[in-house]
């Protein structure tokens, strides 16, 4: 079964660029499509973006200006990172994996890790 | 966006209770709605993908149905490792969409 992990800053200083990095444990980077998803603290899931194993990336629309998700296949990692970070980017961020088929889910995620943006 | 709507946002339950989560899209989305199961400091879980498909190796007690723009996550028989906290998403539009969650906890 696939593991994915999340690392990066616990803390991240405001208008700084938040960086993570998820991990894949084999080698199925080439296959599928990588995400990062957030909650905020006591709000729901919010999906960032998406990168696909061809290159081409997909943001939500609020975060497309700030947001760039890139993948290593060398690594066997992807990565996010959020420009000029302010409190409300305060979140656990998960990495998961984007299946498309059967359907299109995420179907394995990380365990999530949490960002604070402060200070 | 296509917006989706969770209700209810908590409900308390006990071991043995059917459990009915709803949620409802701000348009016509077909069958393209998925249900995941998140617990504080464990990685998420896929439950069911596009509406009724029972993601491998989960028990029988989770079920999907709907269709268009309503849709239900039945919980028939709860078991104490379902205490969680539930999520439907939409995936057939970008920017991809959830529901605002549904906490189950203990009566």
């Known amino acids: 079964q696939v593991q994915l992990q999340e690392s990066g800053p616990g803390l991240v200083k405001p208008s700084e660029t938040l960086s993570l990095t998820c991990t894949v444990s084999?080698?199925?980077?080439?296959?599928?499509?990588w995400a990062w998803i957030r909650q905020p603290p006591g709000k729901g899931l919010e999906w960032i973006g998406h990168m696909t194993y061809s290159g081409s990336p997909s943001y939500h629309p609020s975060l497309k200006s700030r947001v760039s998700i890139t993948l290593d296949a060398s690594h066997k990692q992807f990565s996010l990172k959020v420009n000029s970070v302010t409190a409300a980017d305060t979140a656990i961020y998960y990495c998961?994996?984007?299946?498309?088929?059967?359907?299109?889910?995420?179907?394995?995620w990380g365990q999530g890790t949490e960002v604070i943006v402060s200070s | 966006d296509i917006q989706v709507t969770q209700s209810p946002s908590s409900l308390s339950a006990s071991v043995g209770d059917r459990v009915t989560i709803t949620c409802r899209a701000s348009q016509n989305i077909g069958i393209y709605l998925n249900w995941y199961q998140l617990k504080p400091g464990k990685a998420p879980n896929l439950l069911i993908s596009a509406t009724s498909r029972l993601h491998s190796g989960l028990p029988s007690r989770f079920s999907g149905s709907g269709s268009g723009t309503d849709f239900t996550l039945t919980i028939s028989g709860l078991q104490p490792e379902d205490f969680a906290t539930y999520y439907c998403q939409q995936s057939y539009d970008t920017p991809l969409t959830f529901g605002g969650g549904t906490k189950v906890g203990v009566k």
């Open positions: 998961a994996r984007n299946r498309q088929d059967p359907d299109d889910t995420f179907d394995i």
């Open positions: 084999d080698a199925s980077i080439n296959t599928y499509y």
